[in-house]
């Protein structure tokens, strides 16, 4: 298992590209005004619009000001199923999304963390 992307939270895209990118130095990979990505190495730095009236307590991490991280495993399925028999709670069951299989799962303090495949990691096509 990798971690593969951290994900900062953010109330202005265009403010937060300017810092990450011009203040800090990372180069960004795209843009889009929900989701843009700059690389930080072998970690990619991912930027996500943080909606007015987002729920902190009931949704946990996509408040402004907040982060999280994003796990790559080589088969989610399997992962999903481990995680599921030692109890761990299910936040967003797997899916696909953009080219990549990913669920999310919430650590025993309620952070929300996502874990991912690729497609062709998991050996099919869907």
Do not use: N
């Amino acid at each position: 298992m990798l971690v593969h992307y951290a994900i900062v939270y953010v109330s202005d895209m265009q403010r937060a590209l300017a810092f990450y990118r011009d203040t800090l130095g990372f180069s960004q990979r795209f843009e889009s005004p929900g989701w843009s990505e700059l690389s930080a190495g072998e970690v990619t730095l991912a930027l996500h619009k943080a909606e007015p009236g987002d729920d902190p307590p009931a949704r946990g991490h996509l408040r402004a000001g907040t982060a999280t991280i994003g796990l790559r495993v080589p088969d989610l399925d399997a992962f999903h199923q481990h995680m599921s028999a030692k109890g761990v709670r299910c936040v967003q069951e797997p899916r696909d999304v953009f080219g990549t299989r990913v669920a999310q799962y919430a650590d025993p303090d309620g952070l929300t963390f996502s874990v991912g495949a690729d497609h062709k990691e998991q050996g099919r096509s869907r």
